[in-house]
């Protein structure tokens, strides 16, 4: 049930030293093959930290070996040193484990505009390097963890062959209360083409519908990797179904775990012009503070959410809006329409759904509550 | 010091039952002319009010004599009845003061998506025309509060003219917590279109400056009124300069006065491209909520700044960015640079600046820190 589910990895999550608790804080990834192929998606921050530069340059021959992953220090903003840093990381691996340091990713998340304790890191990898195996993947997922209460792991399975996947973080691809770092693990045999492409479609239809809080980690990551051990190769539309619902399945626990959120909230938009129209929407609905207030406050506010459409541009008349809350249409046409007391707002579940009346696409928003646990996390927590 | 300052002008505020408090909740401003020149800067929320609707319209030929202003409701999202009742209150007025319905602009704020008393507010209107005195810009300025915790008002003079104004709400002209409704007069000799253009530069440098929470109003309203009486005609850009002078002011008292905040903070973009890239990059940074947060845990977070800058297309690179709080350079390069408890971070008023050195435009965006009150007012008030 974890990344080395799949056949053909090993992971270990090992205490390095790194984070002053003394909790777990590096993890480490090898695929044995004999395939190496891997694809990545990376944060859209135009800040990103050392370990994205360094993993973007090094995938870009669709070939990984090895993950290296620490907790509790993002390396970013930490200029060439910082820089150094990730690649001085990526040589420890690939010295221990008889590799090269191209074929070697490194993630890293917690505080941004800090160097990394690399003494601790090194030995750590050593460390990591002995302790690698084909049940490792549990550990592994543990040792990411910043502010996550519990570890995120997730399996799906074809036919003779099976997908594992790790996250930590809060957030959705790009966005984040913290940093979001997936693995994600197969032994299907894939081309480097599938492989980006079912990444990069299955990322789209899972972390990059989770908007947590509208803030974008320097850090995010994405990585996928296949042994091909298997010998199965689906076709690219069952490869892709599988790895999109791994992925869901890791967005919906980033969002049940989400910082200080006392709401799991689906804003699906339905009669949309077009897809982009309805994730638009679904997004400017999502971050608004307003409605995320009153949520918590278990409020059915739906003049707050007709606000919040009206400040994008898709396609709708503003009259013709109608809004629904756990299946209660309280706004019909523009205006109030069933009694807001009918809306029960105690489950921690809260779907909303917005007709545009506009078309016929769909899209579907994850996110979260503001709440007052949110505000003492994100005030008392140097990130 | 208020708006009845500039001759020509009488106003009222009275409680007239709208609030279930009993606090004064309806304003009336009169022109008395001998000019009835007008200008109007509205909301960009595609979902708008009703007196939103109405006022944008009455206004196109440039004149107003009266404006009616009440709080303890929107009338927004309220369907054709709204508007109705948006006409009707227009119309009492008219029949009040023996003017015509389209001299006669509404403003309305408080709870969406519920229809005015409007027994209560045509009586309102009725007693507020006979409470009418060149002494009650100071009631009309209190009429106008909801969340506020003070009336708001200002003045600004010119040789042989003023200007006064009155303003309610706690965002930006779009943004808003609640809804921000300001209402400014004029006793200078202005053409139609003078008035239009002075606003615009006005807001622009002020209101528009101003991001509390990033949410944008359905009722948000800005209107000049100018009575002509001094007979003086400024040059324009003395008029705009003065102007702006007022908006400032006002949108300086909407800060400090804004829900739940302990903060106010100025966001300098220096060494910009354009304007409009130093524009983006410090609203960036005003709605990040890691950011937010971070202020309001007096934590000088400069990571989370920059992870704010780089999710804009403003024209930098990261590698150069340099970022002050209250005077310390504590990111220089993208990287860490004076020591961060260097920064005192417990006064209410936060400097932070960002070069861009990326040219030489300039912009200073204006917002609050995100505080457990916040979520508290936001998640209690319906509005």
Not at 86 to 102: D, N, P
Not at 154 to 162: I, R
Not at 184 to 203: F, K, P
Not at 290 to 317: E, H, M, Q, S, Y
Request: proline share 3%.
């Amino acid at each position: 049930m974890t990344i080395t589910t799949p056949a053909g990895f090993r992971a270990a999550g090992i205490a390095a030293g790194i984070k002053a608790s003394g909790n777990k804080d590096l993890a480490l990834v090898v695929n044995d093959g004999p395939a190496r192929v891997a694809a990545g998606v990376f944060t859209a921050n135009r800040v990103h930290a050392a370990p994205v530069k360094w993993s973007r340059q090094v995938l870009t021959d669709g070939l990984l070996t090895a993950v290296v992953l620490n907790s509790g220090g993002a390396n970013a903003c930490t200029g060439p040193q910082g820089f150094q840093d990730t690649h001085a990381t990526a040589e420890k691996v690939a010295e221990a484990l008889g590799i090269g340091a191209v074929e070697v990713a490194v993630c890293s998340t917690g505080l941004i505009g800090e160097f990394l304790p690399m003494d601790a890191v090194l030995t750590g990898v050593e460390r990591a390097a002995k302790e690698l195996s084909n049940t490792g993947g549990a550990d592994a997922a543990e040792a990411i963890m910043t502010t996550d209460t519990k570890p995120k792991n997730a399996t799906h399975s074809g036919a003779g062959w099976s997908i594992g996947g790790m996250a930590k973080g809060a957030g959705m691809l790009a966005p984040g209360l913290a940093t979001m770092l997936v693995v994600l693990t197969t032994d299907a045999r894939i081309t480097a083409e599938l492989a980006d492409e079912a990444l990069r479609e299955a990322c789209r239809l899972s972390f990059d519908r989770l908007d947590s809080d509208g803030a974008m980690s320097t850090n995010d990551t994405v990585l996928l990797l296949s042994s091909g051990v298997s010998d199965v190769a689906p076709d690219a539309e069952a490869f892709t179904g599988a790895l999109t619902a791994a992925c869901r399945d890791l967005a919906g626990q980033l969002l049940s775990d989400a910082e200080g959120s006392t709401k799991d909230v689906a804003i699906e938009v339905v009669n949309a012009a077009s897809e982009d129209d309805a994730v638009t929407v679904g997004r400017s609905v999502a971050r608004n503070n307003l409605v995320k207030t009153a949520l918590f406050g278990k409020d059915p506010n739906w003049g707050r959410i007709l606000a919040a459409v009206g400040t994008t541009d898709a396609v709708f008349d503003a009259d013709e809006l109608d809004v629904a809350i756990n299946g209660v249409w309280i706004c019909r046409a523009g205006a109030a329409a069933e009694d807001r007391s009918l809306v029960d707002m105690e489950p921690r579940e809260i779907a909303i759904t917005i007709d545009l009346k506009a078309g016929d696409a769909t899209a579907t928003i994850l996110t979260n509550d503001l709440s007052h646990a949110y505000v003492h996390e994100n005030s008392a927590y140097s990130s």
